[in-house]
């Protein structure tokens, strides 16, 4: 029997991290599916439910701390991995203390697309036993 893959959403404005990110995880078999706004985002992710987002931060119009809490209110277990091309950002405690946010923040490039890969894959499964839990 073949595992089924989650589907991931990847939220990034530069279209080759975005294009990139969306390859990789596609040649995993993950579903996928991108956006280049949060905006654009919320309205996919209302469409497809994916079980996680990599979050870019510094975004046109809202941001990715923003998106996060916009999508908490609809999705409120769907795994974030922020994924920030500014290393030295840090995101506020408020967002950070979220029980959907992984813990770790990949600054881009991301030199280890695997880990960046087991992470999602590891913290949905997290998110998804405290689905089961609430």
């Known amino acids: 029997m073949t595992a089924v893959m989650p589907t991931v959403l990847i939220l990034d404005d530069d279209d080759a991290v975005r294009e990139s990110l969306l390859y990789y995880f596609e040649d995993l078999g993950w ?3 991108g956006a280049g706004t ?4 919320l309205v996919v992710a209302r469409q497809i439910n994916p079980a996680g987002v990599v979050v870019d931060i510094r975004l046109p119009g809202m941001d ?9 209110k609809t999705h409120p277990h769907v795994a974030c991995v922020i994924c920030t091309g500014s290393p030295e950002y840090q ?5 950070l203390i979220r029980p959907q946010v992984f813990a ?3 600054s881009k490039p991301v030199s280890d697309l695997g880990e960046l890969a087991e992470s999602m894959r590891q913290h949905i499964m997290n998110c998804n036993v405290k689905a089961i839990h609430d």
């Open 64 to 72: 990715g701390c923003s998106f996060i809490l916009e999508l908490e």
């Open 31 to 33: 579903g996928v599916h």
């Open 104 to 106: 770790k923040i990949f």
């Open 38 to 41: 949060a905006e654009e985002a």
């Open 91 to 95: 995101p506020p405690d408020y967002v």
